[in-house]
């Protein structure tokens, strides 16, 4: 069951992070998933935003809330300088 403790942790994770680079990985139906590099924007009360640089070098930004991280629906790995890429919650 879904606990309000769990999503509370998973936005705070979140804004510890903005501005750091991420890799997402987003389910988009029946084995069909996206990976995509962005950085992690602003977060708000229901969802965070990720800004994605496409290979035509436009900026794009997408929205998630933060049950779809809960839920596996969307997964998030953070870049760190030294190790590369951790997966965080």
Same mark, same amino acid.
């Given at each position: 069951?879904?606990?309000?403790?769990?999503?509370?942790?998973?936005?705070?994770?979140?804004?510890?992070?903005?501005?750091?680079?991420?890799?997402?990985?987003?389910?988009?139906?029946?084995?069909?998933? !996206?990976?995509?590099?962005?950085?992690?924007?602003? @977060?708000?009360?229901?969802?965070? &935003? *990720?800004?994605? #640089? +496409?290979?035509?070098?436009?900026?794009?930004? !997408?929205?998630?809330?933060?049950?779809?991280?809960? @839920?596996?629906?969307?997964?998030? &790995? *953070?870049?760190? #300088? +030294?190790?590369?890429?951790?997966?965080?919650?």
């Amino acid at each position: 069951m879904i606990q309000k403790n769990d999503l509370f942790k998973i936005k705070k994770d979140l804004e510890s992070n903005i501005g750091q680079k991420v890799q997402l990985k987003a389910k988009k139906g029946r084995k069909k998933s !996206v990976i995509r590099e962005g950085i992690i924007e602003s @977060t708000y009360p229901s969802i965070f &935003v *990720v800004k994605i #640089e +496409n290979e035509q070098e436009t900026e794009r930004r !997408v929205s998630y809330s933060y049950t779809d991280i809960l @839920t596996k629906t969307v997964e998030l &790995v *953070v870049y760190s #300088e +030294n190790q590369g890429f951790q997966f965080t919650s």
